[in-house]
């Protein structure tokens, strides 16, 4: 007696497909979790940059706040909140300025999955204030 065979194909296929489809979503997750931490590294070091160029420490600092905020903007990062450290107690012609940017990202924003919550993601950067820099 044989018996009818039709429809398993679907069926075999449709198992089949929900578990890779759930590996492929999580591959995409990754990945734009790695390119937000890439960006936020990015504005870290361009805020670094900018507190560098400052002629006092109060001025690096603000200068990066600023240089921070316009680059998050522009990014279009999903960061619920975030936050900037700069640390200016090396900063003098040949020393160090240093920005810490916290990055609270939305995780719902970042995947295909319906996921929530946020993700804390944190960069620092160092830069060198040039030796021949006046400074104040």
């Not at 690096?60 to 999903?78: H, K, N, R």
């Amino acid at each position: 007696m044989k018996r009818d065979e039709r429809g398993s194909g679907t069926v075999e296929l449709v198992l089949i497909a929900m578990p890779v489809l759930a590996v492929m979503m999580l591959i995409v997750f990754g990945g734009r979790v790695a390119r937000a931490e890439g960006t936020l590294a990015g504005v870290a070091h361009y805020g670094a940059l900018q507190a560098a160029q400052a002629r006092s420490a109060g001025d690096a600092d603000s200068t990066a706040q600023a240089a921070v905020a316009a680059e998050l903007a522009a990014s279009g990062l999903p960061c619920d909140s975030t936050d900037v450290v700069v640390d200016t107690g090396d900063f003098r012609p040949g020393g160090t300025v240093a920005v810490q940017v916290t990055c609270h990202l939305r995780l719902s924003d970042l995947g295909p999955l319906p996921m929530s919550g946020t993700r804390a993601t944190v960069s620092r950067s160092v830069a060198v204030v040039d030796a021949f820099r006046g400074t104040s």
